[in-house]
């Protein structure tokens, strides 16, 4: 399968990982009543929620850059790379709380909906070219700190759901 061809449907249903509350393009659904939306925070408000479809192919991207070894008795390198990744995830949530881990918010792709670091020119999972579009974080902050935008709407992302900016 194309690695691209991964970035489709979300699952839904029982296999679903995020709240059902929120659409596949990470925008609020407006069924949601006000008290069920304050129990959600965004690790980084002033963007979309990156699909689910996203995460899944970043996490197997990120598997392939691993060497390791595994048992005979795994049925495939795959499932055996699961592993690897359930058991480092299992160690590393004993870790101290970090209140200031953020994903990169440099730019986030219009095509897969990744996060990117603010001096990457390319999509770091699917390739794709920053689009002159995308708004850089730095932009929002020097509109809030100049005043050339409405604090009610801190930036063009947050759409008014709670930015850390506001």
């Known amino acids: 399968m194309d690695d691209l061809a991964l970035f489709g449907t979300a699952p839904s249903g029982p296999d679903r990982q995020y709240p059902a509350s929120f659409s596949d393009i990470g925008q609020p659904n407006p069924a949601l009543e006000s008290a069920e939306l304050a129990l959600v925070r965004f690790t980084a408000p002033c963007w979309p929620q990156t699909r689910p479809a996203c995460v899944s192919t970043s996490l197997i991207w990120l598997f392939k850059h691993w060497n390791f070894s595994y048992l005979r008795a795994q049925c495939c390198p795959f499932h055996a790379a699961l592993a690897v990744a359930l058991g480092t995830l299992k160690a590393k949530k004993k870790d101290c709380c970090n209140p200031l881990w953020s994903p990169f918010t440099g730019w986030q792709c219009d095509f897969c909906t990744a996060m990117n670091h603010e001096n990457s020119e390319h999509c770091d999972l699917c390739g ?16 809030l700190k100049t005043g050339s935008v409405s604090l009610k709407h801190c930036c063009n992302r947050c759409r008014g759901l709670g930015c850390s900016n506001m």
């Open 128 to 143: 794709s070219a920053r689009t002159v579009g995308d708004q850089s974080a730095e932009l929002s902050m020097t509109s």
